[in-house]
């Protein structure tokens, strides 16, 4: 078996959203998916990019994705690299295709001179937990995630 992991490509696209469509599934909110190819090539690979993606291919075949961003972190003076989606395929799992993932993105953010490597779980998904402690992760669990998005969002932008 050989993993290889690469920066994505524009022609990735199609490949990414299936992806982005089985995370979905997978995390039992597969009506949320409001994403589409065109969004994908705009988004990460159009001029304005702020995303970045990777495909993780075993023996050429894409087995699985990540999509990561920077953020700065204010106390440190750093940026931190932030995973927004590790998704490998079902009948992948298990092969190190995740870990190969988050080792590619660990070495970056060291090559980036980042103070941090964060990302969330839902806190029912067991499997994720166990392998992101397996890697020497540590939850942070005093933080709670604040979201404004839609109709919320545009409220409170434009109240007078």
């Known amino acids: 078996m050989t993993l290889q992991i690469r920066v994505a490509e524009q022609s990735d ?9 089985e995370l979905a599934i997978y995390e039992k909110e597969p009506e949320a998916v409001l ?3 065109a969004d994908i090539e705009e988004k990460l690979f159009g001029e304005d990019v702020r995303a970045h993606a990777l495909i993780c291919e075993e023996q050429g075949e894409a087995i699985g994705f990540a999509v990561y ?6 106390w440190l ?16 799992r ?7 993932i988050m080792k590619y993105l660990a070495r970056l953010a060291i090559e ?3 103070g941090r490597f964060e990302w969330v779980v839902l806190d029912w998904n067991q499997p994720a937990i166990d392998f992101y ?3 020497g992760a540590k939850q942070q669990n005093e933080w709670i995630i604040n979201r404004l998005s839609g109709e919320e969002l545009h409220a409170f932008a434009f109240e007078s």
């Not at 696209?13 to 469509?21: E, S, V």
């Not at 003076?77 to 992948?92: C, R, S």
């Not at 298990?94 to 190969?100: F, I, S, T």
């Open 13 to 21: 696209a199609a490949t990414i959203l299936h992806f982005i469509n």
């Open 35 to 37: 994403n589409s190819i």
């Open 69 to 74: 961003f920077f953020n700065y972190s204010t």
């Open 77 to 92: 003076g750093k940026y931190g690299l932030y995973l927004e989606d590790l998704y490998v395929a079902q009948n992948k």
């Open 94 to 100: 298990g092969n190190g295709a995740g870990k190969a």
């Open 112 to 114: 980036k001179d980042c």
């Open 133 to 135: 402690h397996s890697i």
